[in-house]
Nanobody, 122 residues
Framework: QVQLVESGGGSVQAGGSLTLSCVVS???????MGWFRQAPGKEREGVAS????????YYADSVRGRFTISRDTTKNTVSLQMNSLKPEDTAMYYC????????????????WGQGTQVTVSS
């Protein structure tokens, strides 16, 4: 089990950028990290995932080319760089962890952070 603490959310205008960070406490080898988001009235959506060991990444179609997930193995952090933000990116963003290969399915993840709000205005 790991503990996850997100930061970096905020409000930005459309076209702007934000970087979310997640501090990971605990054993990270053989784990994947994911960023998910949930807008009011909508299901939780996986946006990006990274396999900790080799940095292999995967993105949802809705964010590919705009968002970049990365990890810093020295600081035990995983980040989500978000560029060209759109109003439809507005949501609570969560960091999550699972044992095994990267996945964008929330049901595959066991450990979750508290979330950080991202609001994009038009």
């Amino acid at each position: 089990q790991v503990q996850l603490v997100e930061s970096g959310g905020g409000s930005v205008q459309a076209g702007g950028s934000l970087t979310l960070s997640c501090v990971v406490s605990g054993y990270t080898s053989s784990r994947s990290m994911g960023w998910f988001r949930q807008a009011p009235g909508k299901e939780r959506e996986g946006v990006a995932s990274i396999y900790w060991y080799d940095g292999n990444r995967y993105y949802a179609d809705s964010v590919r080319g705009r968002f970049t997930i990365s990890r810093d193995t020295t600081k035990n952090t995983v980040s989500l760089q978000m560029n060209s933000l759109k109003p439809e990116d507005t949501a609570m963003y969560y960091c999550a962890s699972r044992v095994g290969w990267r996945s964008l399915s929330s049901s595959d993840y066991n450990d979750w952070g508290q979330g950080t709000q991202v609001t994009v205005s038009s």
